[in-house]
């Protein structure tokens, strides 16, 4: 069977054999305590890659993800005491505002995103690391649990943070699928030009997606620091490239177009199957990184679209 036809449905099937092989490995996997403590453990790294499927939705990339959740954790942590629960609010809004900048920088400017968003994750992390002191930082108990309590709870025994997730992905689907953003989205993912021959505003959308981006990298900053009751500029260290690898393992090409949120959260478990896999296995923490990267490159041979690659973006 040729390699298009089966490229749609690979990422179900890689999510399907992993999780029979590690089922094989360690029987209890399937258990629902295993799975929900799992599913709960990726849901942060989740909401990160949303932000970055939405980039890599038009045909872009998002570098500073990374760098925008560790400083999050820090601001949110350091002003917490004194906004409470409106810290949250703030953070948002600073996520979106350099989102919104390399977006302006990728499409006024002119400037590769992927050097857009890596110089304004730069700044990011200067951010953080000058408002921390280049430490980490603590969240008062009490001030954390009177803002962000509902955050690490759970309800009828499933932990808040995946309905959170959950909720997020959900309206990042009617926002993909169901209104006029999306669609705009989708044509300039498929063909730029086109797009801007249409008379879509294209610049104006795609600072809007960065920008969205940026605040939902903020957010999954914000699930970050509550989860570990503090921040620090590294904190989200080793996030980035898993996932970059759930964004274009699920199916949403480098090259844009196709795929999206819903197939990242596809991408997204692979993931966290991959990372329970190799913690049955022993393998060291330090070497997981060879494993994501190897993945990445398979992921991107699989999934990229070379009728484009004349098209830089």
Do not use: C
Not at 11 to 38: D, E, K, N
Not at 78 to 101: E, H, K, N, Q, R
Not at 113 to 137: E, N, P, R
């Amino acid at each position: 069977m040729p390699i298009e036809k089966i490229r749609p449905h690979l990422p179900w099937i890689t999510l399907l054999m992993l999780t029979l092989s590690v089922t094989a490995i360690a029987p209890g996997f399937l258990a629902i305590g295993s799975l929900l403590q799992m599913t709960a453990d990726i849901s942060a790294l989740f909401v990160l890659a949303l932000g970055i499927t939405l980039v890599i939705y038009i045909g872009g990339i998002d570098l500073s993800a990374q760098s925008v959740a560790n400083m999050t954790t820090v601001l949110v942590t350091l002003s917490l005491p004194t906004l409470g629960l409106w810290s949250a609010a703030g953070v948002l809004v600073a996520g979106a505002l350099i989102g919104a900048a390399s977006g302006y920088a990728s499409t006024r400017l002119k400037v590769p995103s992927f050097i857009a968003t890596l110089a304004l994750g730069g700044v990011a992390l200067s951010i953080g690391q000058f408002a921390s002191g280049q430490q980490a930082v603590f969240m008062d108990p009490a001030a954390r649990d009177l803002a962000f309590g509902w955050v690490i709870g759970s309800t009828a025994g499933v932990p808040n943070e995946i309905f959170i997730a959950a909720a997020l992905l959900l309206v990042l689907l009617f926002l993909e699928r169901r209104t006029v953003f999306g669609r705009a989205l989708k044509a300039i993912g498929a063909g730029e030009p086109a797009a801007i021959a249409s008379g879509l505003r294209v610049d104006a959308y795609k600072i809007a997606v960065y920008g969205l981006a940026g605040a939902i990298s903020a957010f999954a900053g914000l699930l970050f620091a509550v989860k570990l009751a503090g921040g620090a500029p590294n904190i989200a260290e080793g996030f980035l490239l898993p996932a970059i690898v759930a964004v274009l393992i699920g199916g949403t090409p480098l090259t844009g177009g196709v795929g999206g949120v819903l197939n990242t959260l596809i991408g997204a478990l692979i993931v966290a199957v991959i990372r329970t896999a190799m913690v049955y296995l022993d393998v060291p923490a330090t070497a997981q990184q060879i494993v994501f990267g190897l993945v990445l490159i398979v992921a991107i041979a699989l999934t990229i679209d070379r009728s484009k690659l004349a098209m830089v973006k």
